[in-house]
């Protein structure tokens, strides 16, 4: 029964990203995250990690003086919604299709590395929380767990794969192939961090979890990059170093800790720094790739390819030109590069390309958008700017921290839930009736912008 047959029937709605509001409201429970304002959940977040700053830090801060991860919050306000009225908005959904795929909504969990900084079980938490809500997982390179283990804990739910392009070839065919083989589906190439950024918070406290093996643990179960550390994997690919053994992993992380034991001798952290420093010259080496290297994964990645970190109109019609299926318009939450264009003007300028649009009607190109997105007006501003789906960034992590799984759930819920409901308040039932309709949907503020 559809959503207006039950309200006409008088009869219970079905369920939907919406009737989550109405859940929340009958059970008259505060969500375990304290709250659904993304202000309040960050400063939940650093509350509850007040013993690990350092980790909330790492998550929260940015390049430089943090100017482009304002920006990228303050673009969305440039564009304002005109809702229309009288309009049969009773029925609605986010479905979104990407890649010949449909999702039930068109948002997916970013990249986002070392989540064992905030929670113990580290990635398993938002595997699990994107199969349980049908939202695509993106495993990064820099996870604290392997991406077998992440496959795992994401059943049969949606899942990507994030690529830290390594310096050698048989660790990036072996990392593809790994991916391959346990499911993860697309195969998104992050470009913008061929080297860290200048993060002046990390810098303070000198805090890089990599050198001391926390985030390697993708490398850490790779056979190859293991043998070329001298420590052959056994059959079932348990390694003596870490790979697998997740309970070492200290949790909360302490550099200082990990420092002390190496000193007084332990192995396990003497070999996990070692790791850590070789598997940071494989993925954030320093070595820049260009255009032509692109041939050489697209050749050996047989599903979608996607380039993450796309800035400049001329990036993105080369993406194409390199026979990518898409781009993610990005600039890493501002954490690479200090005044960096805020991704939503850029969004703004790549999906105005004529190039780009044709091709992306036609079917052949996809444009997927983050940094900066915390609302679900936020969403439908940039799908109407022309985005396909966006990726949900540093909030997901705030609900790990707070309550892990659960966490991650109420933010998406939430998010979704406001997002069903925006569209529906400005009159529309479905995301193509927006999408890359910008002046028919919205209008541009000048005045005011920068107040
Ligand atoms: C703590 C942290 C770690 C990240 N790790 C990765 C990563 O491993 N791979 C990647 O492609 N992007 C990574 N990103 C960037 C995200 O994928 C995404 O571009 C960014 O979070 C968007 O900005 P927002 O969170 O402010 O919306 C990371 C971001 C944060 C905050």
Not at 186 to 215: K, S
């Amino acid at each position: 029964m559809s959503f207006k047959a039950a309200l006409e029937a008088d009869q219970e709605v079905p369920e939907s990203w919406s009737s989550y509001m109405t859940t929340v409201y009958r059970g008259r429970k505060p969500p375990s995250i304290s709250s659904y304002d993304p202000e309040k959940l960050e400063a939940k977040a650093r509350e509850v990690t007040k013993k690990n700053e350092a980790a909330f830090l790492y998550v929260f801060g940015s390049a430089g003086s943090c100017s482009t991860d304002r920006a990228n919050r303050k673009a969305f306000e440039k564009w304002c919604f005109t809702p229309k009225m009288l309009i049969d908005a009773s029925d609605r959904n986010l479905e979104t299709t990407l890649f010949g795929v449909k999702y039930k909504s068109p948002l997916l969990l970013a990249p986002i590395g070392v989540h064992g900084l905030l929670h113990p079980e580290g990635e398993l938490c938002a595997a699990t929380a994107a199969n349980n809500m049908g939202v695509p997982l993106i495993m990064s390179t820099a996870a604290t767990r392997s991406l077998e283990d992440a496959a795992k804990a994401n059943g049969d739910g949606p899942r990507w794969y994030q690529l830290y392009w390594p310096r050698s070839e048989p660790l990036t065919l072996s990392l593809l192939s790994r991916a391959k083989a346990c499911g993860y589906t697309t195969c998104i190439i992050t470009l913008d961090t061929m080297c860290m950024g200048w993060r002046p918070y990390d810098l303070d406290t000198a805090y890089l979890p990599f050198n001391h093996g926390i985030g390697i643990q993708v490398g850490t179960s790779d056979p190859v990059f293991m043998q070329s550390q001298g420590t052959i994997l056994e059959g079932d690919q348990q390694s003596p170093y870490g790979g697998h053994e997740y309970s070492k992993i200290p949790y909360p992380f302490d550099p200082v800790a990990c420092d002390s034991a190496r000193e007084a001798g332990d192995e396990f952290h003497t070999s996990l720094k070692t790791l850590g420093r070789n598997w940071s010259r494989q993925i954030h080496s320093g070595l820049f790739r260009t255009w032509d290297e692109i041939a050489f994964v697209r050749k050996h990645w047989e599903g979608p390819l996607v380039l993450k970190g796309i800035l400049h109109v001329s990036d993105a019609v080369k993406a194409m030109e390199a026979g990518c299926d898409g781009v993610v318009v990005s600039n890493h939450g501002g954490r690479q590069v200090d005044g960096a264009i805020p991704a939503l003007i850029a969004l703004e300028k790549i999906c105005g390309d004529s190039r780009i649009r044709k091709a992306q009607i036609e079917g052949k190109f996809t444009i997927l958008f983050d940094s900066g997105i915390r609302r679900g007006s936020d969403i439908l501003k940039a799908i109407a700017l022309g985005a396909q789906a966006v990726l949900l960034g540093r909030p997901y992590m705030y609900g790990l921290a707070i309550s892990g799984t659960q966490g991650i759930e109420e933010v998406v819920r939430g998010i979704l839930c406001e997002t069903e409901l925006t569209l529906g308040l400005c009159g529309f039932n479905s995301l193509d009736e927006i999408w890359g309709k910008r002046e028919e949907v919205m209008d541009k503020l000048e005045l005011g912008f920068y107040n």
